[in-house]
């Protein structure tokens, strides 16, 4: 990118990558959950805690069916190890069904689905080879990636169409692959998918841009693998992700009716993009009645928004304080706080929507 300010700046064009066949990953698709035997399975609602979490999962589900069922905004917003823990044939399933209406993520979801869809695993073991230099360097994730964005800035789409693109319109999936291999001496030691991605069936930006679902990439700088890369291009990301909010913010402003937005693992990107949303809507008159809100996470729920003391914690705990209180409240809502693992309380949701559209 071209710079002409004061300050010196580093330069990637020395960066050393490595074929990503060589490398070791952490988990695969083989673990990915089997939506199949969850529809045969009875609903696991462990709750040693005592929070009640059957009771707000239930609560919940029906909100979403009675969402789908009114033609009503059911819309996810998940960070990227919902991806990484083997939950996205749930995502995929909704969508299939027609329940799920957008998937909002970041970027690292994007990586870590492109690597499932190119090798069948993903996720490498950054204390072993960050002391080497070579953590997320491996070369297709970058160079494939990046030089989608690219592709995809030039024809103004947004992120997350131009990496679905990459799965499903051979075309430009041939067009990708040939300008980020241009000039590589020899590319047979670097996977080539020419025919398409050996498992792209376990992609969910696959499947939605199949099922013109959107999926909307809210992206930083600096923050993803892919950006330490000689072939980035900030413009280019920035650009295509600035796209998907506005796709994700015309969404929301579907909410006026009522709806359901579950956030599902995302601290920060979820609860400050879906803030920032609702008060353009709202400026407009499309403000987000009746909304029903689910955030999911691992941590204990601590946020008290009688106190709004800054000196606590608590206070900065985004999803907790806007996606589970104070958006639901503002707006004459329901706003629910699940706490536990992704693992346990999302294919637990999963059953019980399933079971109030009769579809067990």
């Not at 206070?315 to 409240?329: E, G, N, S, V």
């Not at 706003?335 to 929507?353: D, K, M, N, S």
Request: proline letters at 4%; charged letters at 20%; hydrophobic letters at 40%.
């Amino acid at each position: 990118m071209e710079y002409r300010g004061s300050f010196p700046l580093f330069d990637p064009s020395g960066i050393l990558t490595y074929p990503l066949r060589t490398r070791v990953n952490k988990v695969g698709v083989e673990q990915f959950v089997d939506c199949a035997q969850l529809r045969r399975s009875e609903v696991d609602c462990a709750d040693p805690k005592g929070l009640g979490l059957r009771e707000k999962l239930s609560f919940l589900a029906r909100a979403a069916a009675e969402a789908h069922r009114a033609h009503r905004p059911v819309i996810i917003q998940t960070g990227a190890h919902s991806i990484k823990n083997g939950l996205s044939p749930i995502w995929i399933d909704l969508m299939e069904r027609g329940i799920v209406t957008l998937v909002a993520t970041n970027f690292a979801a994007a990586i870590h689905s492109f690597e499932f869809a190119l090798t069948g695993a993903s996720s490498e073991s950054v204390d072993q080879v960050l002391p080497k230099g070579e953590f997320g360097m491996a070369f297709e994730t970058g160079r494939y990636l990046n030089q989608a964005i690219i592709e995809g800035h030039r024809r103004a789409w947004g992120l997350g169409e131009s990496i679905g693109r990459l799965f499903t319109d051979d075309a430009f999936r041939r067009r990708v692959l040939a300008a980020a291999l241009e000039g590589v001496a020899d590319a047979t030691e670097y996977y080539t998918p020419y025919d398409g991605f050996p498992y792209a069936s376990t992609c969910l930006f696959a499947h939605a841009t199949e099922l013109g679902v959107p999926v909307t990439v809210h992206a930083m700088i600096g923050t993803d693998i892919t950006d330490q890369h000689p072939s980035f291009a900030g413009e280019a990301k920035g650009g295509t992700s600035a796209r998907d909010f506005l796709i994700y913010t015309e969404e929301i402003g579907r909410l006026t009716g009522g709806g359901v937005v579950l956030n599902v693992g995302t601290a920060v990107m979820g609860p400050e993009v879906l803030l920032k949303a609702v008060s353009m809507v709202t400026n407009q008159g499309r403000a987000p009645r009746g909304l029903v809100t689910g955030d999911f996470d691992i941590r204990p729920f601590a946020f008290d928004d009688a106190v709004k003391d800054e000196g606590q914690y608590y206070y900065y705990l985004r999803d907790q304080k806007t996606i589970a209180t104070r958006l639901p409240r503002v707006f004459g809502g329901t706003g629910c706080y699940i706490e536990g693992e992704q693992r346990q309380t999302v294919p637990a949701f999963y059953q019980l929507l399933l079971g109030e559209l009769g579809s067990r």
